[in-house]
């Protein structure tokens, strides 16, 4: 998920029943709005995670993750919040905060789904911005619009997982 749909979450947009959040609006800045595309809106599934998020199920239109004094999150907190985080880990680079755990997640799910369901999971618009790499002989393979020749591109030394462009 982008950083402005998980703060954009609503109680009311998770259904604990099912196990799936519906991302249905995104806040950054303080500001509400709808997904970045008509793609953003999206079901996903909860998982293993979907009884820890009950005791948050307090009004249908509070932030899904808010501050104890009820105000919801900002990506400007969230953002420090992180780095203090990877700072102490020892962890933090220039580029390296939430859209780098997104692209990791992006880059595990790969995997274990067709580039098609990844599209949808993470709420691109279309398939274009998508090229599968693979650790198999250091080649691209797949399909997107990510300025390869579609028979492969050489790939770093090391580098497998999943690259987006666009």
């Known amino acids: 998920m982008r950083i402005s749909e998980v703060l954009g979450l609503r109680c009311r947009n998770v259904d604990l029943g099912q196990a799936i959040l519906y991302v249905r609006e995104r806040r950054s800045r303080r500001d509400l709005d709808d997904p970045k595309s008509a793609a953003g809106q999206r079901p996903l599934p909860l998982g ?34 992180i780095r203090s985080a990877m700072d102490r880990a020892k962890l933090y680079h220039t ?16 995997r274990r789904i067709s580039l098609f369901d990844l599209r949808a999971q993470m709420g691109h618009a279309d398939i274009k ?3 599968e790499v693979r650790g198999d002989g250091g ?6 619009s990510g300025g390869g020749t579609g ?6 030394e090391g580098q497998t997982g999943l690259i987006l462009r666009g």
């Open 48 to 81: 293993y995670r979907t009884e820890r998020l009950r005791p948050l199920m307090v009004n249908p239109d509070y932030f899904l993750f808010r501050q104890a004094d009820g105000e919801p999150w900002t990506d400007q907190l969230l953002y420090r919040r």
């Open 95 to 110: 580029g390296n905060a939430w859209h780098a755990f997104r692209r990791l997640h992006s880059t595990l799910v790969s």
């Open 129 to 131: 911005g998508h090229t």
């Open 139 to 144: 080649r691209f393979a797949g399909r997107g």
């Open 151 to 156: 028979e492969g591109d050489p790939v770093p």
